[in-house]
């Protein structure tokens, strides 16, 4: 590997015993105490040649005993910093501290982090422990650690493939839609560039049947073995429900994603994989896919720049959609071209999340959501909506009904809790489905929410650890919520295509005092949509196979600004706030005649090139 003689030979020789790969990063390792104690400047002199990552880490016989470190780490940690686990991964020299606060455990200007390395020769990695138990959040962690063989051999073989020097004549760049192209739902990207191709989501489609429900992946463009990377914008099924099944079909390369995404991703999956145990149909995979997906993934924060593939470097920029969400912006060749994916987005402040990011430096091509893109897609302003939303709760709490909320199991769930709790809502809000784990997740990654959330989290008054969140889990609780009016239910899922919300609205549904309130996207032919669109006799499953008729009584409303996506203006007003022009702008996640409006007045406003392509289509950027 080239990469690696260039490193090994800046290093001095004497000290540094190997220099390996972790994924983009340069791992060297040293049997020389002095070097390891004092190495930071030589180490930062050789990155600023190679502009690679490194890492220095003592090789095993300079570590000092685990007991040893445990018991030093534990001296030297400020008490308040709340410190429940300490353990090792000697394969890496790695120590890994669980605390409460790991801002305590780094210190001031990383002086604590730095000493502990120095002191103990092991390199420390700090993780935040949950304020809310979360058995997925520590599921993931555990297992990741577990598999440290596998992932050290995995990380070594995916650095190895970025570093490949795949000689090319190809001087050309593509963009071909899989999925999401016309439509929302599906969502997968796949680009070509002369050395890489990498993938950008790869979701399913709620409320399709058949091959409509996955992307087209049978195109003669496209073959498992030869994508270099997975790219993750969010953790919505409409994103990330079919890689589970990529991994079970041999895929067996990286992932790319934040942690919370991660996290919120893996929730989503088990409980596709529970939901579906239940019904008939085969599902799209299985806990083993779901296991795969989880070890082949490399997580990076925002801002963090990554090279992951041959001619492809990786930054993720907060996108304001839901926690952990991102735009990829992929810088491919040394400045050939820039491709910024700029779905799902909100320019604008919610509860959870400051506004979408704008600052790119260069982005010739750009791809944007069209969710909202025609011209009377316009939300109410947010102070509106908010006291739109609180009038329909008081009004059925004063008649005692009870308001059901299907909704996605992560953002719009928390957003409803926010606003309720910041209005001075008094009754209890009972969580069903995996809202509840979604919140474990949530108050695992403060500093992934908007500052005043953030704030709010560190002095203890957030919507998180209200006392008036209750948790529903099983058939018994839900009958008892169901008399204990009034109150306000929140339910998975969103778009009523599945989900314990079913068994509330079988429950509900003739009570002409409760309310039916959507906050959410309601998409083409979900029953939400239809109950939307005036219906008010819904088929319903009863098991077995069999449907009944279900009758709707219960006020029924709707709720729009709360949106996770930017409107008609906020997309626009993202367009002029963009610290770049593109070249050309790509219209996708949206029906089809929103999507062709949508780039119609791009065209028209800003003078770009900007279009609407459909699924199975190519676009040439270079
Ligand atoms: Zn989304």
Redesign the pocket.
């Known amino acids: 590997m080239e990469i690696l003689e260039k490193v090994k030979a800046l290093l001095p020789s004497d000290s540094v015993t190997r220099v390996e790969l972790e994924g983009s990063e340069v791992i060297a390792y040293t049997k020389d105490r002095e070097f390891f104690r004092t190495h930071e400047d030589t180490v930062r002199q050789v990155v600023s040649q190679v502009k690679k990552r490194i890492e220095m880490r003592p090789e095993k016989n300079l570590n000092m005993s685990q007991k040893e470190t445990e018991k030093l780490i534990m001296e030297m940690v400020p008490e308040e910093a709340k410190i429940h686990e300490i353990y090792f991964e000697p394969e890496r020299s790695l120590v890994i501290i669980v605390a409460e606060k790991p801002g305590i455990v780094i210190g001031r200007g990383g002086e604590t982090f730095r000493k502990i390395r120095a002191d103990t020769f092991w390199v420390p990695r700090i993780e935040r422990v949950p304020p809310i138990k979360s058995d997925i959040v520590m599921g993931i962690r555990k297992y990741i650690h577990g598999e440290v063989d596998y992932r050290k051999k995995f990380l070594n073989r995916t650095g190895e493939n970025i570093f490949s020097p795949r000689p090319t004549s190809r001087d050309w760049i593509r963009v071909i839609g899989l999925g999401g192209w016309r439509e929302v739902g599906r969502s997968c990207t796949f680009v070509e560039t002369p050395k890489s191709k990498v993938m950008i989501d790869c979701g399913v489609k709620a409320g399709a049947t058949g091959s409509d429900v996955y992307p087209m992946l049978n195109t003669p463009e496209f073959s498992y073995s030869d994508v270099d990377a997975i790219i993750v914008?969010?953790s919505?099924m409409?994103?990330v429900g079919f890689i589970p099944a990529l991994y079970e079909y041999g895929y067996d390369g990286p992932m790319y994603m934040t942690t919370p995404s991660l996290d919120l991703a893996t929730l989503l999956w088990f409980d596709y994989v529970d939901v579906m145990q239940k019904g008939i149909t085969r599902p799209l995979f299985t806990a083993r896919g779901i296991k795969e997906a989880v070890r082949h993934t490399i997580t990076l924060d925002y801002a963090e720049v990554c090279d992951v593939a041959p001619d492809v470097r990786l930054t993720f920029q907060p996108s304001g959609?839901?926690l952990g969400?991102a735009f990829p912006h992929l810088h491919i060749g040394e400045g050939l071209h820039n491709i910024v994916y700029a779905?799902?987005q909100k320019f604008s402040r919610t509860m959870m999340l400051d506004p979408s990011y704008t600052d790119f430096p260069r982005a010739e091509t750009l791809m944007i959501e069209s969710t909202y893109g025609s011209r009377n897609n316009i939300f109410p302003p947010r102070h509106e909506t908010e006291r739109q939303f609180m009038g329909i709760v008081n009004r059925t709490m004063e008649r005692g009904g009870i308001v059901l909320i299907p909704s996605f199991a992560v953002e719009r769930a928390q957003e409803a809790m926010a606003i309720l709790v910041d209005n001075g809502f008094k009754y209890p809000i009972y969580l069903d489905g995996m809202i509840w784990d979604a919140n474990g997740i949530f108050s695992a990654y403060p500093e992934y929410m908007s500052k005043t959330m953030q704030k709010k989290i560190y002095s203890g008054d957030d919507p998180f650890t209200s006392p008036l969140m209750k948790r529903i889990s099983g058939h018994a609780e839900r009958e008892k919520v169901w008399t204990d009016r009034p109150c306000v239910i929140i339910s998975t899922s969103g778009m009523l295509t599945g989900g314990p919300v079913l068994e509330h609205i079988k429950n509900l549904g003739e009570d002409a005092k409760s309310t039916l309130m959507f906050i959410g996207y309601q998409s083409e032919g979900s029953m939400g949509r239809k109950i939307q669109n005036g219906w008010r006799e819904i088929p319903i499953s009863i098991g077995g196979g069999r449907t009944a008729v279900q009758k709707l009584n219960m006020e029924v409303a709707t709720v729009e600004g709360l949106s996770?996506?930017s409107d008609r203006q906020q997309l626009m007003a993202f367009l002029n706030r963009l610290n770049c022009t593109p070249e050309r702008v790509i219209c996708v996640h949206g029906e089809a005649s929103r999507a062709q409006e949508f780039a119609r007045d791009i065209t028209r406003t800003f003078g770009v090139d900007a279009f609407a392509p459909r699924n199975l289509d190519a676009i040439r950027v270079r």
Do not use: A, F, Q, Y
Request: aromatic content about 0%.
């Open positions: 914008s969010h919505h409409d994103h959609h839901i969400s779905l799902d996770g996506h």
